[in-house]
């Protein structure tokens, strides 16, 4: 699996939330209009997504339809595996680390994971 581009990215989260089949039509009114793109830029996306094997398309009259093949969650775990290895030399500590002199963690939310690695260790 490879990492997708960001406006590959903002298709597929709309693909993994709507029930498949997904068109272009869908695609466009999602996310289209706010992004300004043409009806030729989703095609396009669409298919390299298709050749990255992230979709499947069947063509039914004039109409293309697409199907996910990677799940979200496998994704989502590809692209955090990665972070975690190219930024965290894989070590959560040195994430929590981060989060936290950045500010970005908050106290309560430092005691909700204190939480659940207790639970966790149980």
């Known amino acids: 699996m490879k990492k997708l581009p960001e406006a590959e990215f903002e298709i597929m989260k709309i ?3 709507s029930k498949p089949p997904i068109t272009t039509g869908i695609i466009m009114s999602e996310i289209g209009d706010e992004k300004g793109w043409k009806i030729q830029t989703v095609v396009s996306l669409m298919k390299r997504l298709t050749e990255r094997g992230f979709l499947r398309s069947e063509k039914k009259a004039k109409e293309r339809f ?3 093949t990677v ?3 496998a994704y989502l775990s590809f692209e ?4 975690m ?7 959560f500590m040195n994430l929590v680390g981060t989060l ?3 500010d970005t963690i908050s106290n309560e939310d430092l005691a909700s994971l204190i939480k659940w690695v207790e639970e966790k260790r149980d």
């Open 71 to 73: 799940e979200k969650d």
């Open 85 to 91: 290895r190219l930024y965290h030399k894989n070590s």
């Open 15 to 17: 693909v993994w939330k």
């Open 80 to 83: 955090t595996e990665q972070f």
């Open 100 to 102: 936290y002199k950045s």
């Open 66 to 68: 697409y199907y996910p």
